[in-house]
């Protein structure tokens, strides 16, 4: 009998509960798509936030410490062929890219060997494309980046105006194929090919630093803490610290694998990017909320509105005998199931949503995750519950006699 | 002992206007009593108390033993379940529910819905052959017939109808008035609302409600 009057009244008054099911449909889609977005974001925006760059910085043990205790550059190198085990360590798969760099000087003009594009094989048989030319995404090149293993050079804009440098110019039997503007020292200096440097330099081998572009998470009070010094760590502490990708755990298992090495966070670029990030959840937190108060709103609504137009039916119901909880039952059976077809909809538009704001906005694809469907359902039961309230409320105070003799 | 009873009821609303000025009224069971008077007289208030829709503001009623003053407004919703079958002049059907239906939603808030004895109420007042009907696809008459069905559902102590041909023509009039008469024949305790002086003399004794007041007619 209880689904027969609500399957009656859904059929009677379908235009309502249709609209009830499309406001549903809207927050639910909104909330849904924020959600998804909210979950897969992190590594949405760190991966568009590498192209601020490296956020590591690899240099020899004691030419850290020299330069922090006497500000002292000293002559100590890192070993280029131990560079693919940066991909072995544990967050092998957050390390965007890394680039080695050696300094020397040509002609008296500064030059940095590096790698542009350097196609490597890591120790696990794995190949690996990397170098400054993915890692400075902001970098202007007027001409093109060299080619790796050639004699191919980049200028940097300022020394190029100074020396009179131009595009197809040599520097011994150096080719200019760009003039570099990049905001740094690159555009005081040449920029060769690392074994260009090495030789120069008769470092056959030697790297004087390692940039490394890597995906972490945000700092929080653990991380900071294990930045000081990760021996104060708990053995849980640490065990938490280790297997998450934060900056410091990811430099620290850099350091690890590379002999001699220190690995130092680039503190104002990891500290932004996690500020970016908790700004960016939080704007479709708000937007998640936003999207369901509004719903609650219009739903609470048409609710209303519903109880009006129906008052004496539910009237004769008091009168006949129903509880003012048997009642309400009713009234949220039917709410709930036009909410419920509406939150279905809402849900897979929601996923369209997602995945258009993915490509929009990071051009590519958003992470469909399962445990949207568990929050969005529970916070579509809260909606519902909040936009009933007035009705309820209403019902309560319904008085047979006032409706069916009035 | 009265079916029903009230003593010195008043019923006063915002402080000020007196529907109901010291009503004393007595119905014993089997009994058939009209209760008339103009509009505005009081009696919708005076079927909402005994109905159970309403409390008074001061004075006693007893329904077949039991105060209506001491109780709660949910013990006043079971009572009024349990005792009371109520005959609208708007009929007041669930209009997406067929007259079965209609009927059996009685039965689901007094106990269990059970179409066997919602088609013997049915057949009781003559609509057996209209039972999977809809309200729209009914007459008035009809309609009325399926609302005393629908009264008649959960064997009520006192059947309360107000003005329960106000919507009819003459011919189903007649028939719903046949019916009342049937009803008290078999031992049915009746009370009929209603401004007609036509529908009033059916009943087995009148009283008039005038500002307030109640009397008993003279004729």
């Known amino acids: ?406 | 002992m009265s079916l029903l009873e009230l003593k010195g009821v008043s019923m006063v609303y915002n402080g000020k206007v007196r529907a109901l000025d010291n009503i004393d009224f007595k119905i014993d069971k089997g009994d058939w009593v009209a209760i008339m008077g103009p509009s505005g007289s009081g009696k919708t208030t005076l079927m909402n108390i005994i109905g159970c829709m309403d409390k008074a503001t001061s004075g006693e009623i007893t329904l077949d033993g039991i105060s209506l003053m001491d109780v709660t407004d949910a013990e006043l919703t079971q009572i009024r379940r349990e005792k009371i079958g109520m005959v609208f002049q708007q009929f007041h059907l669930i209009p997406y529910l067929t007259a079965a239906e209609n009927v059996m939603v009685a039965q689901y808030y007094h106990s269990l819905p059970d179409k066997d004895e919602a088609m013997k109420a049915l057949d009781r007042v003559g609509l057996a052959d209209r039972a999977e009907h809809l309200p729209s696809q009914l007459s008035g008459g009809e309609q009325q017939r399926v609302c005393i069905a629908r009264a008649l559902i959960n064997y009520p102590v006192l059947i309360l109808a107000d003005e329960p041909t106000g919507n009819l023509d003459e011919a189903n009039q007649n028939l719903v008035m046949k019916i009342f008469h049937e009803l008290h024949d078999e031992g049915h305790t009746i009370i009929t609302v209603t401004h007609s002086t036509d529908v009033g003399r059916e009943a087995q004794r009148r009283v008039i409600i005038e500002h307030g007041h109640m009397r008993e007619s003279e004729d």
């Open chain 1, 1 to 406: 009998m209880f689904w027969q009057m609500v399957k009656g009244a859904l059929i009677r008054q379908r235009n309502r509960f249709a609209l009830i099911a499309l406001t549903v449909a809207l927050g639910v889609s909104l909330a849904s798509a924020m959600l998804n977005c909210l979950f897969d974001v992190g590594d949405k925006v760190n991966q568009e936030l590498k192209a601020y760059g490296a956020n590591i910085i690899v240099t020899p043990k004691n030419s850290t410490v020299l330069k922090d205790i006497y500000g002292l550059d000293s002559r100590e190198y890192l070993n280029e062929e131990e560079l693919g085990k940066i991909r072995t360590i544990f967050w092998t798969n957050n390390i965007v890219a890394f680039a080695p760099s050696l300094e020397g000087s040509l002609d008296s003009m500064p030059i940095i060997g590096t790698w542009f594009n350097h196609k490597m094989t890591l120790p696990t048989g794995d190949s690996f494309e990397t170098g400054i030319e993915p890692m400075k995404s902001w970098w202007q090149i007027d001409g093109r980046y060299p080619v790796d293993g050639t004699n191919e050079i980049l200028v940097g804009k300022n020394l190029a105006a100074e020396k009179n440098l131009k595009l197809g110019d040599r520097i011994e039997n150096l080719e200019i194929v760009g003039i570099v503007e990049g905001g740094g020292i690159e555009d005081d200096s040449i920029l060769a090919n690392l074994p260009i440097v090495q030789s120069l330099e008769n470092l056959p081998g030697k790297i004087g630093s390692i940039e490394v572009s890597a995906i972490t998470t945000p700092e929080n009070d653990l991380a900071r803490k294990a930045a000081e010094n990760p021996n104060l760590l708990s053995q849980q502490e640490r065990e938490i610290w280790y297997c998450t990708a934060y900056v410091s755990s990811i430099a620290y298992q850099i350091e690890e694998v590379i002999s001699n090495s220190s690995a130092r966070p680039v503190r104002q670029i990891a500290e932004s990017e996690g500020k970016i990030l908790d700004k960016t959840q939080l704007l479709m937190l708000l937007i998640t909320i936003l999207s369901l108060l509004s719903a609650a709103l219009g739903v609470s609504n048409l609710v209303s509105a519903n109880i009006i137009e129906c008052s004496r039916e539910l009237g004769l119901l008091k009168a006949i005998g129903a509880t003012n909880l048997g009642v309400i039952l009713l009234v949220l059976a039917e709410i709930f199931i036009a909410g419920i077809f509406g939150g279905i909809a809402g849900y897979f538009l929601g996923l369209g949503l997602a995945q258009i704001i993915g490509q929009t906005v990071f051009g590519s694809g958003i992470a469909n995750n399962l445990v949207v469907i568990p929050i969005v359902s529970a916070l579509m039961i809260l909606v519902l519950l909040l936009a009933s309230i007035p009705a309820i409320r209403s019902l309560l105070s319904l008085e047979p006699a006032n409706v069916l003799h009035g």
